[in-house]
């Protein structure tokens, strides 16, 4: 029992470890594929980001839309 006891604690030391260094989201990285996905899924159905979002798995409209309004004020 003390065993499981312990491998309980460590799996929940993992998961609370996962976080970053407490810096914060600058900028959301975002793969290749997902950068041409939304792209091209902004061109068929615009500023629907909770459509775009439920294409990408893990990913939020808030997360998207944050990504493309980023981008297209760094473009300009």
């Given at each position: ?17 996962r976080g970053d260094d407490g810096q914060g ?31 990408i798995p893990g990913r939020t409209a808030e997360e998207i839309e944050k990504y ?9």
């Amino acid at each position: 029992m003390a065993d499981s006891d312990l491998s309980s604690r460590d799996a929940t030391t993992s998961v609370d470890s996962r976080g970053d260094d407490g810096q914060g989201p600058k900028l959301l990285d975002f793969s290749e594929d997902e950068e041409t996905l939304i792209a091209r899924m902004y061109t068929l159905v615009g500023q629907r980001w909770s459509l775009i979002a439920g294409r990408i798995p893990g990913r939020t409209a808030e997360e998207i839309e944050k990504y493309w309004t980023s981008r297209c004020s760094n473009s300009e």
